[in-house]
């Protein structure tokens, strides 16, 4: 047996031993992931069906693991098949003997190797190379590597035929085991591709064609042709290049590296496998400087044979609608509702998007374009646009409206991609702006059911629509989209202009209230350095450092010519210390008397103007005028004694309070404010109206919030951020547009303008008992790309 052949059957029988570990992983998986779709379920259909499913799937688990490996076994042993032909077109009649069921799981299976295909890209590139140089190819050829995804992916299909009691299962089950098929296969590519580099195995390189002048405009005819051999000459099929030669270079049916050596002149196949993870994320960081090279032959035929199987087939169509399961979806609380899957194959409300609601009518626009693609760059940023728009459609922080607006921007997105295939990589680029403004835009919304949001979702809408209704033809630069970007940054900015007048008057009451707190303690501060104050009752202490310190800074932060005392209120603290001096007013009752009338009259008349309705002073005054009393019945005592009215009788004891030691002033945690100030700011809205329906124990919204995590979760708040709030009963997004410099007071604005405002104390408490809760921030494109990135350079960023 030659080399070669020994050490690829060495590799298929490492792969073979591995298997029966890979089945048991992917099983518990999926019996996790069942598991959890069960506890999620709406309605106690979906539940039991999803419990069935996963009873059953874990029956076969032993079986699976000791049949899956011996069926790879065979698959592998099996004779290589010769390429496929191009697909006859699909006819009805003979689609009409195939079951939905039966359609559905070779859908799940297709799908599930091209997810595999992504998701193990670059290793699968390099064990690729390593396998077509064993099999000694000229060079690289995915599709004859035996251990490429779609084998295992169609052994596992072929594992699950006749396993289900009920035929959808199986689609079921697969979709939920591809995360972990993903990660064995990635390990498996890894160990072999390590293996047989040590074992001096070089990877197959790529194959430059040189090509012959071409004609100098126009489009050659697509002509049917094979697989060009090294260093043959180039047909003139493909659309020519301006100037009528071709590019220096590009690779030849490379694999998922997809990386490119300078040297020659020829074209690119690219294949569908070569475009992978790590290619297009090398393509949007500005590499793969031979994006200009023309495309061979084969892959104009390819397109072709795409644009023809789309024509042919029939439009999708949306999923039927549960009404019941609509209503508890709508009555679920935004905070708990299940998120609804959206993706660029997802069916969207024709009503709505119109022709490009159908998923399929998306795809042959891109089909088309690849069709009139000239060079590998143009075909890379169509891909680029497909695999971004269906990132952003499942960023779980939008909502599905949002989401599904997004995807029905691709036909739009997928012709300025032919004009400038790299303007997601710019941030400032209209077509990227535009995606980026309408996901953060919508963060101001938490209910896709809201009115103030069904006005957004129609906005966009139009704007979406006007844009997909642009002939590709016309779509030379970013203009249209900087015309579509500025209508709707127009719209919201009235929206905004309104709603920061309302938010401004209420800013301003409560940044006053803590300028007036700040300048309140500054003066309790210089009240307690007087000499007169360190024997004073500690209730009229209290009442100075407090109340009566807000009602001088307020009067003098009131005043227009900024006077240290405007009102004389000092003058009051003078008057009010002496009078609870007992020895000094026994000795002088008649200027007490004279005095308390006014004095009584400026306290309660600076209060007012403070804010603080009456009663909230009565305990003082009444204090106070226990405090006169000794004065005032002398004074009573004298007047029968003059008046020879009465005999004297003896007056009832009364306790008198006590001078006691001064009471050092301390600046108060947070700013006081008056009712109406609170009100206008939003303090009631802080707190339930009915708490004991939102608790975790009767709303089911999980364990409370360790302290630990609340103290982290309030010192990352910064102005701008956004949260969900339970308030009056209700589940708002609110932002957070100031915080006090000591951090012990939070305004937050809802849609319209309401301010929500509260209390460090509060905040705490709302986090612990999970009534409010941060929202994610962050750019949505830019964490779609960030997800695009291969899984390697992913652990290195986040390591």
């Given amino acids: 047996m030659p080399v070669q052949s020994a050490i690829i059957s060495q590799c298929l029988a490492q792969a073979v031993q591995a298997s029966s570990r890979l089945i048991s992983s992917c099983v518990d998986e999926a019996v996790a992931g069942l598991v959890a779709a069960e506890q999620q379920g709406l309605t106690a259909a979906q539940r039991h069906e999803l419990s069935d499913a996963c009873r059953e799937l874990l029956k076969h688990k032993a079986a699976w693991v000791d049949h899956y490996p011996r069926a790879l076994r065979s698959a592998f042993e099996a004779p290589a098949q010769a390429p496929a032909s191009a697909p006859a077109p699909l006819r009805i009649d003979t689609l009409t003997l195939v079951g939905d069921d039966q359609v559905d799981q070779e859908i799940a299976a297709s799908r599930l190797s091209e997810q595999l295909q992504t998701d193990v890209a670059q290793p699968l590139a390099e064990l690729d190379g390593l396998m077509s140089s064993l099999l000694g190819l000229p060079a690289v050829r995915a599709e004859a590597n035996p251990l490429r995804p779609a084998v295992f992916a169609r052994v596992l299909r072929a594992t699950m035929a006749d396993a289900a009691q009920q035929p959808a299962w199986p689609a079921l089950w697969i979709r939920h085991m591809a995360p972990a098929m993903s990660r064995e296969l990635d390990q498996l590519y890894r160990l072999l591709a390590t293996q047989l580099k040590q074992a001096d195995v070089h990877a197959a390189s790529y194959r430059v064609v040189p090509l012959r002048d071409g004609p100098a405009s126009g489009h050659a005819p697509l002509a049917p042709a094979a697989p060009a051999p090294a260093q043959a000459q180039a047909p003139s099929s493909g659309p020519a290049r301006a100037g009528g030669r071709a590019p220096a270079f590009a690779p030849v049916g490379g694999s998922g590296g997809g990386s490119m050596r300078p040297g020659g002149s020829g074209w690119a196949e690219l294949q569908p496998h070569s475009i992978s993870q790590q290619l297009i994320h090398e393509f949007l960081q500005g590499g793969s400087p031979q994006g200009d090279a023309a495309l061979a032959p084969a892959y104009y035929d390819r397109a072709t044979r795409d644009v023809e199987q789309l024509e042919s087939a029939p439009d999708d169509r949306p999923a039927a609608s549960d009404p019941v399961s609509a209503r508890q979806y709508a009555q679920t609380p935004v905070v708990d509702r299940p998120l609804r899957a959206v993706s660029t194959e997802t069916s969207l409300d024709k009503d709505v998007w119109g022709e490009y609601a159908a998923s399929r009518r998306r795809e042959l626009v891109r089909a088309h374009l690849k069709q009139q693609a000239r060079d590998v760059a143009q075909v890379l940023g169509l891909e680029v646009v497909r695999k971004l728009v269906n990132q952003v459609a499942q960023d779980p922080r939008l909502l599905a409206p949002v989401r599904e607006s997004i995807v029905a921007l691709e036909p739009s997105l997928l012709r300025l991609a032919m004009v400038d295939p790299r303007f997601f990589s710019d941030e400032r680029h209209a077509g990227r702006r535009l995606v980026e403004r309408v996901a953060e835009r919508s963060l101001k919304f938490n209910d896709e059911f809201g009115s103030q949001f069904g006005d957004f979702c129609d906005s966009v809408a139009a704007c979406f629509n006007g844009l997909n209704a642009v002939p590709a033809d016309e779509v030379q630069d970013a203009k249209p989209f900087e015309s579509a970007l500025a209508t709707l940054e127009a719209s919201w900015a009235a929206q905004d202009e309104r709603e920061a007048a309302q938010r401004s008057a209420v800013l301003n009451a409560v940044k006053f209230a803590e300028q007036r707190q700040a300048e309140a303690d500054q003066i309790a501060w210089e009240l307690g350095q007087r000499i007169d104050i360190l024997d004073a009752p500690a209730l009229v202490q209290d009442f100075l450092y407090g109340p009566w310190s807000l009602v001088m800074a307020h009067a003098r932060l009131s005043d227009p010519a900024r006077r240290i005392d405007p009102g004389g209120h000092g003058t009051v603290v003078t008057d009010l210390l002496w009078s609870v001096k007992r020895e000094m007013t026994l000795r002088e009752p008649a200027r007490l008397i004279e005095m ?204």
């Fill in 596 to 799: 308390l009338p006014g004095l009584l009259e400026r306290l309660r008349t600076g209060l007012a103007a403070l804010g603080q309705a009456p009663q909230e002073s009565d305990p003082f005054f009444i204090a106070l005028e226990k405090l006169h009393r000794p004065v005032l019945r002398l004074r009573a005592r004298k007047r029968r004694v003059d008046s020879d009215f009465a005999p004297l009788e003896p007056e009832p004891h009364v306790d008198e309070p006590e001078p006691q030691a001064a009471v050092p002033a301390t600046p108060q945690q947070g700013p006081w404010m008056g009712r109406h100030e609170l009100d206008a700011a939003g303090f009631q809205d802080t707190v339930p109206s009915d708490v004991g329906e939102l608790r975790p124990a009767d709303g089911g919204f999980g364990a409370p919030a360790a302290p630990a995590d609340i103290d982290a979760t309030i010192a990352a708040f910064s102005e701008g951020c956004w949260v969900d709030l339970s308030a009056r009963r209700r589940w708002l997004r609110a932002q957070l547009v100031w915080a006090s410099t000591k951090g012990t007071l939070f305004m937050f604005v809802s849609h319209g303008g309401q301010p929500h405002s509260m209390t460090r104390r509060t905040c705490e408490r709302l986090l612990r008992e999970r009534l409010l809760r941060p929202v994610e921030m962050g750019s949505a494109v830019s964490h779609a790309i960030e997800a695009l990135a291969p899984r390697r350079e992913r652990e290195a960023q986040a390591a």
